[in-house]
Structures are given as structure tokens and as C-alpha cells.
């Protein structure tokens, strides 16, 4: 075996350092600038990606801001036109209510006055009725006819409450 022969191991070993060499070289000169430029320019890329991250959260904050802003006084304009068409509606109902109570307080007037000219007209019909019954009842308790003033001035004094 060839490997075994120690009689080749110097030019083996020439060989080896040339190669090693050659290698190393090629590698630091072409392959790890290249390898180191292109993680170079993958870092800045990521690093301005964060940045541009960064400045859309930023922006994303300052946009959701104003849109609470922006909701918060939207609530509070639909809450003051909620308190104002209350407030129109209360004062609609208690101006119709008092407008209302106007027209049956009028109804009640009138209804009043009517009962009480019906009571009155009741009234002289029970006077009369009570005219016309007393004055029967003295025709058959005395048996003749009674003087119709005098009865009508009994009767008068029974109603008006004088004895």
C-alpha cells in the first residue's frame, strides 16, 4: 500500500502544505470576503426591516390614537344629541301635558256648570214636585184646598233649611 510507504510521505506531506495553502488562500481571499459581505448586507437588510417595522408601529399607534380620539368624540357628540333630544322630548310632553290639562281643566269648568244648572233645574222640579205633593197630602189630610202661596212658602222654607 502506498499510503503505508514511508519513502513517500515527505513529497506527500510537500503536497499537503501546497494544497493547504492554496487553499486557505483561495479561501480567505474570495470565499470568506464573500460569505462576510453578503451576512453583512443580510444584517443591514434585517436591521432595516426592524426600522421600517418600527416606524409602521409607530405610525400604527399614532393611527389607532386618533382613531380612539376620533371614537371618543363621536360617542360623546351621539351621547349630547341623545341628552338634547330628551330634553326636546320632556319639554314637547310637559308643554302638550300642561296644554291638556288646559283643555280638561276648560272641560271640567263647563261640565261643572252644566251639572250644576242640571242641578238646578232638578231642584225646581223637586220643588215643584214637592209643591204639588205637599199640597196634596194637606187636600187629604184636611180635606179642602190649601192656599198654593202658603205651600209654596213651606216647601221654600224646608228646602232652604229653615224650620
Known amino acids: 500500500m502506498p499510503q503505508l510507504d514511508f519513502a513517500t510521505y515527505p513529497p506527500q506531506l510537500v503536497w499537503l502544505a501546497i494544497t493547504f495553502t492554496v487553499m486557505f488562500i ?10 462576510s459581505d453578503a451576512l453583512e448586507a443580510r444584517q443591514m437588510r434585517l436591521e432595516e426591516n426592524l426600522k421600517k417595522a418600527e416606524d409602521l408601529k409607530r405610525e400604527a399607534e399614532a393611527t389607532l ?9 363621536a360617542r360623546s357628540e351621539a351621547h349630547n344629541q ?10 314637547a310632553a310637559a308643554k302638550e301635558e300642561a296644554e291638556l290639562s ?36 194637606v187636600e187629604r ?5 190649601q192656599d198654593t202661596a202658603a205651600v209654596e212658602k213651606a216647601v221654600d222654607a224646608t228646602l232652604n233649611g229653615k224650620s
Open 102 to 137: 288646559a283643555k280638561l281643566d276648560a272641560k271640567l269648568a263647563e261640565s261643572e256648570k252644566a251639572i250644576a244648572a242640571e242641578v238646578e233645574k232638578a231642584m225646581e222640579s223637586v220643588r215643584d214636585v214637592a209643591v204639588d205633593i205637599a199640597g196634596a197630602a
Open 26 to 35: 483561495v479561501m480567505w481571499k474570495v470565499a470568506v470576503p464573500k460569505i
Open 65 to 73: 390614537a386618533a382613531y380612539e380620539n376620533a371614537l371618543a368624540e
Open 141 to 145: 189630610l184636611i180635606g179642602g184646598t
Open 82 to 91: 341623545i341628552q338634547k333630544i330628551q330634553s326636546d322630548l320632556q319639554e
